[in-house]
Every structure is written in structure tokens, then in C-alpha cells.
């Protein structure tokens, strides 16, 4: 293994990876450390949300996850098809007609979705796509990465590490025998999960609220499941989930945290827990995987600290109902890949750096708010269950299933960046151009892009001198001649925005006194400003 490299990332789980994958887009040379030999087959997240798909989207990743898509919907199906066949009172499950969500059990209707609604239509295709196991991302992305060449150090374990004002002096052991040897980098990127090695040594405060529930989640094989109603289900005594594939099964139980998180999930506890919160006979036979956990919810205050920061779990932990873990996860790696990489290159100043606590910081604040409030209505308290109540009537509505459905998708999130213009802040609406491309088909390469759809050539002129670092495309939107030109940034954020008449040849808008030159400035530093360049094999 070569010991010096640009950034070390530290875990290799779906944000370590996609992190590295984009790091490699910007340039930057990276290794990813990594414990295990093999994708972790332990169950996680069963779903992503548009906000991830977007990302994959811009990255030419789509058609792999409309395949994996496709065989999650037909495991589902047969599910269904077998709870028909056995329900005790012979009627049928009811089907969603599309998935949407749920908020702590409350399933939503996809029917009662406003899908006419512009933050769904911005997505494009990607809105499409959800159901991906966290398995699949993982090896989506081990395969991209080694198409990019990310240099994967698997079965390797960060020991400890050295900064000083050149860099950072990593040490990592061989999990077979022991052996060490140290790496050499500039960047360090804790990647390592909710009990991160990296946040520990470099001495992150993790501050939060302590876990009130044991919950358990399996994909087992099992006797009785007949008696199991499928889907989400509130009891006296706690919560249970059937399906939505066979043998899988999810139980919480709001008598306190387990006494041991470290400690191996049994077949015993499993049982005892389901028949617990269900009050069904079941016998479960044998135990495929298994996992624990609890609502911790915790978050730095701070993802950088000196050459150190932190991305995914390693920054923020809370229960994963919702499914946000994965994607607030990824949505980090999105806006940290390319910033690190455009400082490590020499194409952006260090305080490019400051954004990224000072953007992801607020979404992560949100999760952990959204998580807390889902166990608060999951509780089986009487006042709790008053409350759920008014939730679940509330989902019933257009209004009501909209709003969580946004919530849960991601697509209402937005970043406080200085430009007026509604778009700017949010993720680039998926633009259909006059030659049958889409706006998504010019990120693939990871680079910014200035999409001119009114001819100027001023706004031209305002990014001529920033070379490869942003692609300028000159076209047009029959399906929004409103918009004069869009910014957007390599994580699909747009940065700078104008509308039909309200540019000058100089790039400013009239009305508002945004500059193009600002935003180009403020995100990729001055024209002209030299850089050390590497072209890595883009992966489509």
C-alpha cells in the first residue's frame, strides 16, 4: 500500500465510500481504512430517499439501482402474495399503491401524495427509485470506487494518529495478525460510525440525549408467523413490524436501553421480545441476521476539528426510524467530497472547509429532532397514543401526507446560502435541455456547472476563468424559459441563480445585486487560481 495520500478515510461503509468516490472525482488520491473483508450483511436500512438517489443520479449510478429496485419489488410481492395465503381471517394485506413512508409507524398513502407538487418534479427519474437495501448500496459503491481507483485497505484497523502542521501521521493494524505500519496524509475523515475511533482520539464532544428503548431488528425463519399481523403495529406493551420480506421482523420495547449493547443478539432475546410486544406464540427457528439498538441521539457540535472531520454516524447517531441514518450519511459525503477535495488540489482556499459544519450541522440537528419525536408517538402511554391520533388523521389528508412525505424524502431541504433567487440553496431541479439531456447527465464527472439557457455572454465571461473546474454549458429549457442561468454545484446544489431579464451582460441581476462572479468566488475561488489536476476514471 502506498503511504501517502491526500485524505485517509476511516470506514467503509456507504458514506466512507461515496465519500471516497467523490474525493477521487475532485482529484484527491484517498485510502479507505476498513475493519471488515466483506459487505456487512448485518439488516439496515431498507430504502434511501430522493435526496440519495438524486446523488447517484448525478453520478450516472441510476440504471444499477432501477435493477435493484426491481428485485426488492418482487420480494415484496411475494410477501404479500404468502401473507394472503396464511392470514387466520383470510383477508387480504393491503397494498400500497406507491411507497412513501412512514412517521413513527403511520403509514403514509401514496395516493393522498401530491405529486404535482415542484419539489417532486424537480427530481426527475430519481424520484423513481427507493427501494435499496443498505447492502446494495455498499457494494454499488465498493464497485465504483475501485472504477475510480480509491485504494480500499480492507480488514485494516485505525489505531490512533498524529497531526501536526504539515498533516497527519495515521497507524493502522492488520485485523489478521496485528501487523502495523502508518499512512501519511494530509486529511483525516472519520467515517467510522455512531462509536467512531477517529471522534474519540481527536477529542469531538458528542453531546445529546440518552436511549430510552431496546429495539431489535431481524431476518429470521420462524413458526406462528401466521399470527403476526404484517406491517407496523402499535400493542400495549410496545411496537412490531412484519415484513415487508419474508422472515424480517423489528420489535421496541420502552423499557429502557439494553443492558449490554456489545454483546451478540441471541435467538432466545429475539423470541422473547417479539412474543412480548405481539403477544403471539411464535417460535423463531433460525436467525439469518440480527441487530440491536436504541433512540441515542447524539451530534458534534463541530465535523472539523484541524485536519480531522467527521462525516456519517461518526458526527451524528439516533434511532433509524425514518431511514435518515443512510442518507444524512451520504448527504455529507455529497458536500464534503468535492469541497475537500477542491482544498487538497489547490482550486479552493481552506475556508472553503467552514461550509460544511456550517450546512450539514443544521439537517443533522433536524434528524435527530425528527427521530426523537417519532419515539415520543410510538410510546404506548394513553396521552401517546391520543397523540398519534392526530397524526394519523392528519396523514390522511393531501396537506398532511405531502408535508411528511417532503420531510422524509428530503427533497424540502435547503441551504441558507447568500443569493435570493428561490432556487438557490436547494438541490438543482432535474432541467429537461432542447437535446433531450438532462441537467443530471452533465454531473456525472463531479464538476461544477454553469448552465447557460439564455445565451449571455456575460455569464460566460464570468466563468472563462476557472477552467476545468466548471463546466460551462450553453442550451436552453423549453420547460423553464423563465430561468436565464443556473449554477450548480458539484453535490447538485445550486449556488447562483437568475431568471429571464434579470441579468446584465456582467453576470449581475438587476434586481437583487447577486453576482455571478460572487458565487463563482465564494465556491471555487479565484479565476484563474493554479491547481494540480488528476483525471480519475469516471464511472456511468
Known amino acids: 500500500m502506498n503511504s501517502d495520500f491526500d485524505v485517509v478515510v476511516a470506514g467503509g461503509g456507504p458514506v466512507g465510500l461515496m465519500l471516497a468516490c467523490e474525493l477521487r472525482l475532485g482529484g484527491a488520491s484517498v485510502v479507505v481504512v476498513e475493519r471488515r473483508t466483506e459487505v456487512d450483511q448485518t439488516i439496515k436500512a431498507g430504502a434511501i430517499n430522493t435526496s440519495t438517489t438524486e446523488a447517484f443520479y448525478r453520478r450516472g449510478v441510476l440504471p444499477a439501482l432501477a435493477e435493484v429496485q426491481q428485485r426488492s419489488v418482487e420480494r415484496f410481492q411475494a410477501f404479500l402474495r404468502e401473507q394472503q395465503r396464511t392470514q387466520a381471517n383470510g383477508q ?3 397494498v400500497p399503491t406507491k411507497f412513501v413512508g412512514h412517521f413513527a ?9 401530491d405529486a404535482t407538487d415542484s419539489d417532486f418534479m424537480n427530481a426527475g427519474p430519481a424520484g423513481g427509485i427507493s427501494l435499496i437495501p443498505q447492502q446494495e448500496v455498499e457494494r454499488l459503491l465498493t464497485e465504483r470506487a475501485r472504477q475510480l481507483g480509491v485504494e480500499l485497505c480492507s480488514g ?7 497531526e501536526d502542521d504539515c498533516g497527519i501521521e495515521v497507524r493502522v493494524a492488520r485485523m489478521a495478525d496485528g501487523s502495523g505500519e502508518g499512512i501519511r496524509a494530509d486529511w483525516l475523515v472519520g467515517c467510522d460510525g455512531g462509536r467512531s475511533t ?47 420480506m419474508p422472515g424480517r ?8 436501553p439494553p443492558a449490554d449493547r456489545e454483546a451478540a443478539v441471541t435467538t432466545e432475546e429475539l423470541q422473547a421480545s417479539l412474543r412480548h410486544v405481539s403477544g403471539a406464540e411464535v417460535t423463531i427457528t433460525g436467525v439469518r441476521t440480527a441487530t440491536r439498538f436504541t433512540d441515542n441521539a447524539r451530534q458534534a457540535a463541530d465535523y472539523r476539528a484541524g485536519r480531522v472531520l467527521l462525516a456519517g454516524d461518526a458526527a451524528h447517531v439516533h434511532s433509524p426510524f425514518g431511514g435518515q441514518g443512510l442518507n444524512l450519511g451520504i448527504g455529507d459525503a455529497m458536500n464534503l467530497g468535492w469541497k475537500l477535495a477542491a482544498v487538497v488540489s489547490g482550486r479552493a482556499p481552506e475556508g472553503l472547509l467552514d461550509s460544511y459544519t456550517a450546512e450539514r450541522h443544521p ?34 389528508s393531501v396537506a398532511g401526507t405531502t408535508y411528511f412525505a417532503k420531510k422524509i424524502s428530503g427533497v424540502s431541504q435547503r441551504y441558507d446560502l447568500p443569493c435570493s433567487h428561490p432556487l438557490v440553496g436547494r438541490s438543482a431541479p432535474d432541467l429537461e435541455l432542447t437535446d433531450a439531456t438532462h441537467l443530471a447527465d452533465l454531473l456525472h464527472d463531479g464538476r461544477a456547472l454553469l448552465l447557460d439557457l439564455a445565451d449571455d455572454a456575460g455569464l460566460r465571461a464570468d466563468a472563462e476563468g476557472y477552467g476545468e473546474r466548471v463546466r460551462i ?12 442561468g443556473l449554477l450548480v454545484r458539484p453535490d447538485g446544489i445550486v449556488a447562483w441563480a437568475a431568471d429571464a431579464g434579470d441579468t446584465s451582460d456582467t453576470g449581475d441581476t438587476a434586481d437583487t445585486g447577486d453576482r455571478l462572479a460572487d458565487a463563482l468566488s465564494r465556491w471555487f475561488g479565484a479565476p484563474g487560481r493554479a491547481a494540480r489536476m488528476s483525471e480519475p476514471a469516471v464511472a456511468s
Open 92 to 94: 387480504p394485506p393491503h
Open 105 to 113: 409507524g403511520i403509514m403514509l398513502r401514496g395516493e393522498l401524495l
Open 156 to 162: 485494516t484497523e485505525l489505531t490512533e494518529f498524529d
Open 198 to 244: 477517529v471522534r474519540k482520539l481527536a477529542g469531538f464532544g458528542f453531546p445529546g440525549t440518552d436511549p430510552q428503548i431496546t429495539g431489535y431488528q431481524a431476518l429470521v425463519e420462524m413458526t406462528g408467523s401466521e399470527a403476526l399481523r404484517p406491517g407496523w403495529n402499535h400493542t400495549d406493551t410496545g411496537m412490531y413490524v412484519h415484513g415487508p
Open 249 to 256: 421482523i423489528l420489535t421496541v420495547e420502552f423499557d429502557g
Open 363 to 396: 439537517i443533522g440537528a433536524w434528524v435527530l429532532e425528527w427521530t426523537r419525536a417519532q419515539i415520543a408517538l410510538m410510546r404506548p402511554e394513553p396521552q401517546a397514543r391520543a397523540l398519534r391520533d392526530v397524526v394519523a388523521e392528519l396523514t390522511e
Open 473 to 484: 454549458a450553453t442550451t436552453a429549457c423549453p420547460g423553464s424559459p423563465e430561468l436565464a
